[in-house]
């Protein structure tokens, strides 16, 4: 006799330093509390999740997914996504949404101490509308400070945009760019777009690299604490790179 079938299921810090006019929306009031870290999914880079693997009351927003540890990505969180937000213990919201950020959005991050970045893009679109790089750098700088973490990135769809900038970040994480174009066709489905891949191909990571703090990096394999140009920039700032925010523990 055959045994029983196994049933398996699956489960699914703090102020960022003022980069002068890097665009910050100043709607959002900012929580000086540390909230909890939230445990990370088995699984760092899988597919957007399926909202019907929750409970009724737990909604992801569209084409949510984890980027890497302490950094998401959706698309336009609604009322509905809010409880599944809170499980996260957001810090910060970035969106690359060009349009003022919804009211009952801004609430939400106001009642949860959640702070917004705004660095609003057009997307790439032919034959007049690209994305900035300068933009896509601060955005790039924001997301590169540990104590903006845990995070979310978001456009309208979670697709273009959204895409744009994870694969700009895979550059810093030194992915390949096999493994960039599979990421972003993965989100992008069913209309990628050649122009969006060809601005992740082309986007120079040396200016991102100038305006990192380096004493705030996120603990990521491939930008190590320990490596000499992290301890030198950290030491031409007047600072230990141990020396960041007790409450620093991602």
């Not at 929306?25 to 399926?50: Q, R, Y």
């Amino acid at each position: 006799m055959n045994a029983p079938e196994e049933n398996v299921t699956r489960s699914a810090e703090q102020l960022h330093p003022q980069h002068g006019e890097s665009g910050l929306s100043p709607l959002v009031c900012v929580s000086i509390m540390t909230p909890p870290i939230p445990s990370a999914p088995s699984k760092v880079f899988d597919e957007p999740i399926n909202p019907g693997e929750f409970p009724d009351d737990m909604h992801p927003p569209e084409n949510f997914a984890m980027v890497c540890p302490y950094i998401y990505r959706s698309g336009m969180p609604k009322k509905r996504n809010y409880p599944f937000l809170k499980k996260l213990k957001l810090k910060s919201i970035l969106t690359l949404i060009l349009e003022e950020y919804p009211q009952q959005n801004q609430t939400f991050l106001s009642h949860n101490g959640i702070r917004l970045f705004q660095f609003g893009v057009a997307g790439n679109k032919e034959p007049f509308a690209d994305i900035p790089e300068d933009v896509m750098c601060e955005a790039l700088v924001t997301l590169m400070d540990r104590r903006n973490h845990p995070i979310l990135i978001h456009c309208n769809k979670g697709k273009h945009r959204t895409g744009c900038l994870v694969g700009c970040l895979r550059k810093l994480q030194e992915w390949s760019n096999t493994s960039i174009f599979d990421e972003y066709r993965r989100y992008s489905a069913p209309k990628s777009r050649s122009m969006d891949q060809q601005f992740i191909e082309l986007f120079d990571v040396r200016p991102v690299l100038h305006k990192i703090d380096y004493c705030h990096l996120p603990h990521w394999p491939t930008i190590s604490d320990s490596a000499p140009f992290v301890r030198r920039h950290c030491i031409e700032q007047g600072r230990d790179n141990n020396g960041g925010d007790e409450a620093d523990t991602n």
